[in-house]
């Protein structure tokens, strides 16, 4: 059982060869693989849907991490459930009853996380943290990759580290956004165990190996 988790987003993939690209990740040493779901309405930008993720699911064995930016995301979990997701993340900011969305996402079977926009207040998360298998924290504001890390998320995680830790809770604490070989290792220390990544591993200079081998060498 891994101690860390190294999920990179396909946001960052070269489209036209995607199962070569995911099977690259998977023998480099992925753990999960992160689909980033945006709508143009919770987000500006518009990305993928249930389509992909069942494509996904069709040419990896790794669990989908699948990042819900969308608003009434309960109108789609079954669906996505259905197309082979692993986990399910919504935002806090799009669940008017958190506790009862997260039940809903594990009665699909899947793991459930919550996730929180770098402009929330971390006690927004407050009501989800018994609940839920995971806690994402933004480092950017979510809708494209590429972006500039925040580094005021670092001490948002140290905080949730700490009410996770006081809870006795096991549930992931993951990251996302501008995570890359200087932020990996700062965001660690702050308490996180799960690393979102798509621009460090798919636009590595050296490939997605290297990408890959570069970020889990801080492990
Ligand atoms: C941002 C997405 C991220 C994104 C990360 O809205 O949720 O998962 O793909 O991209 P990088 O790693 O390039 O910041
Ligand atoms: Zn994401």
């Known amino acids: 059982m891994n101690n860390y988790i190294l999920s990179p987003s396909i946001l960052s993939a070269d489209f036209a060869r995607l199962g070569e690209e995911i099977a690259t990740v998977e023998a480099a040493g992925a753990d999960w693989i992160h689909v980033d779901v945006m709508d143009g309405h919770f987000v500006p930008n518009i990305t ?12 990896t064995k790794l669990p989908l991490d699948v990042h819900l930016m969308i608003e009434q995301p309960e109108r789609y979990l079954e669906t996505f459930a259905k197309a082979g997701a692993s986990g399910l993340t919504v935002h806090v900011e799009t669940c008017p009853d958190i506790v009862g969305t997260l039940k809903q996402i594990k009665s699909l079977g899947c793991r459930a996380g919550a996730v929180l926009n770098p402009e929330t207040p971390v006690g927004a998360i407050q009501p989800a943290l018994m609940e839920a298998d995971l806690i994402l924290v933004m480092s950017v504001h979510p809708g494209y990759s590429g972006q500039r890390f925040m580094p005021e998320s670092i001490a948002r995680v140290s905080e949730i580290r700490k009410k996770l830790d006081a809870l ?23 308490g996180a165990t799960a690393f979102v990544a798509a621009t460090a591993v798919f636009k590595h200079p050296e490939g997605p190996t290297a990408g890959i081998r570069s970020l889990r060498a801080y492990f």
């Open 168 to 190: 006795r809770s096991s549930a992931w604490l993951e990251v996302d956004g501008g995570i890359d070989t200087e932020t990996l290792p700062k965001m660690k220390e702050a």
């Open 48 to 59: 993928m849907g249930p389509f992909i993720v069942a494509t996904c699911r069709r040419i």
